[in-house]
């Protein structure tokens, strides 16, 4: 058996990028978890350990909620992408090499035992991997440390990680893999060796591949529709290619997707906010008069719910809107003051809870219920917030005609918790780097990942047509020829698929971001530019040119030291 | 084109050396291949008769030595010369087939075609090779018989001077071996392809008009056949 192993591995280890790639991804994939994970589980721990949280602690443990949750959404889409490569891996490395696995299993040596070997290279090269990446996540969690020291002026931050990151970090992703190697066998199991051997044929495989790809070339509108009839009926390289471009659109939209929502949520929360200071009562009700440039309004947190489901709102009423503070939709039109029986929503409510204009929402308010009329979204609408006319919400609450619990103001005003213009500013600021280092190192390995799955499929197929360019170059094709045939189409190939899928990945990333930003319950508006689909597709075309260079020193390589006598002859 | 015993000298090679790392195959093999014969290379594995056939018809370049054809040395063409000049002149036939498995039989063919150079007739050769009922499959819809003279087809619809057939019939059985055999016969005569068979089978050797044997990397004897059998009357194992 040992040397039935020893075989099999020394075939693995033959495909020296494939693998090599397969290990950088193991150890990407743990690197962003640990990098995370390091900075949060010990002192998450320690917050929670603490009996009171100061305000900027209680937003710091926000804040590792935030990531530790982004960390587990990333850990799962960079599992399921590598655990793809490793598909593709195996259903090429089995493909290629049938004949030995027939050989083997003439020989005696039963299905479990072979999967055993695969299942086991599998194992080791995860385990290194993710130890790699963890220690690499150590020292790159100072990073996320220093920034959240910087953000949410938290000192004593340590870094260190519990037994649960532990084992979904290394066991459990070693075990994703291990099972994927598990079910990849089955490309081979159960197969007689004979026809291991022999290699099978598939007649309507070929002929459903002759159908499709014959009548994908007449639809195309090219002159030379040869090559493309070629690449066509490598229908799983096609598809390998639509999913790799897919995910590195959707990862690179989604990334800058990111960092737009950041902005776009300063943006909204200072457009139309001009007062240099909010101040709040928040233990009883004021009727004073106030200057006649200040807006008064009354706020509620207490029991709030929309259509039953709980939020932390909060609700409010506003007596007027002028210069200081004007609601405006998502066109930029200022919002009329509501009458009674209407609300405005803030975006994110109105995406938490699915709620469109002109719906009519059930409010539980103090435990009292009431109905209202969403007649607009308010685009800068203070987080989470409802509004509602002043004077209904007064009666709800029971307090009287006038009376206010909050103020915006250009002078202060005495008496309140007052925050001032500065200091808005400053939480919003925290608030957007929330938004955060951790997302935006995610982002750059989510790249990362959707760029080596699309030099991996470019780099398979390119293999899978070695044989047939080095038949061309015996044949007396020139390398051009050989290129214009069987490379340079799947360029076409490339760009074409990038603009069939970019309008579905902007879509798919969209839903993304939207059940992360319910899940994270902090609103992170979509967003994409021009110059991110344009870097999408710069992008695409240096990994493609990156990989046609490779393969092609490595077809030079194989021309060079005659090695088309080794193909003729081996097989 | 200059003659020798009668016939006109199509390709000559002189003292061609070749070796694999340590391994010498080739010694210092020279021989000429005349025009419109078919020749039949024996020698035991190892002899080198393959290396010498890839050499012959530059799919190899000779470590020393050069080739000759049509007054150029085409051992020292340059890599885009010698693609042309193969591209033009010369047919491979391998025992494995090396047809092109996502291309249907027809394209396999086409693919063999010289741009700017008359082609073989198409319908003809197709005919005589009797694969006019394949031509939309793909080669792992064939049995080897039919794949092999698909290759057949495709080696020779650029019309090439030269047909290269290394253990051609070595995968197949007896009827398709003899089947083979017979059609680059005809090729050799009635479209004047100059055909070098390599092969173990001393019955096949019985069919060509010459007989070049190899041993340890060098050429033990040359014999013009006077009395070549025709390939039905080759007797099988």
Redesign the interface.
Known sequence: MRLAYQNLMIEIFRNKIFTALLFLLTVLTSLMFFFVMFSVDSNMAALKAMDTLTENQMSYRNALNSNMLLAYVFLATTVGLTAFVFIMFFYRFFRMNRRQIGCLKALGFRDSVLRGCFVVFVAVLSVIGAAAGMIGGYFLSSVLIDGNMRSYLVTGLVKGVSILSLIVGIGGTTLVFCITAFLCYSFVRGKEPGILIA?S???AR?SL??RLANGLCKIIPVKDK?PF??AF??PLAIFLIITAVMSFNVCMILGRSLNISSAAVFRSQTIGHNYEFDTKWLFNYQNAPLPDDAIAYLENSDKLAINGVPTDGPIVGLYAVNELFRLQNTNGEALPLLGAGTAYLSPGLAEFHGIKVDDKIEVMIAGKASSFIVTDIAANAETGCLYVNAEALAAILSVPEGAYNGTLTIEPISGGETTTRVERIDELNRNATSNNISAVINQVVGAVVGAILLFLALYLNFQDNT??ML?????????KQIRKLMVNVYLWIVWATFILTLAPSILLAKAIQKSLSVSLNEYMPFGTDALVILTVFVLLSIIYLLVQSVFGLGLKRVIAK?E??AL??S? | MTRQNGYSILLKAENITKSYGKESVLNGVSLTVYSGTFTAILGPSGSGKSTLLNILSGLTRPASGKVYCGGETVSDYSETRLADWKRSEVGNVFQNYMLLGNLTVKENIKIGIVPGKVPMDFDLLTRILEIEDILDKFPAQLSGGQQQRAAIARAVIKAPRMLFCDEATGALDETNSKKVVELLHVLKSDFGVTVLFVTHNQQIARTADRVLTMKNGLLASDTMNENPISAADMIWG
């Open positions: 290699g044929q598939n007649s070929y591949a002759l040869f009839r070629i009926r490598k044989r047939d038949i061309l170059h015996m044949l007396g094709y020139h390398t005659e088309i006598s003729v002859y097989e």
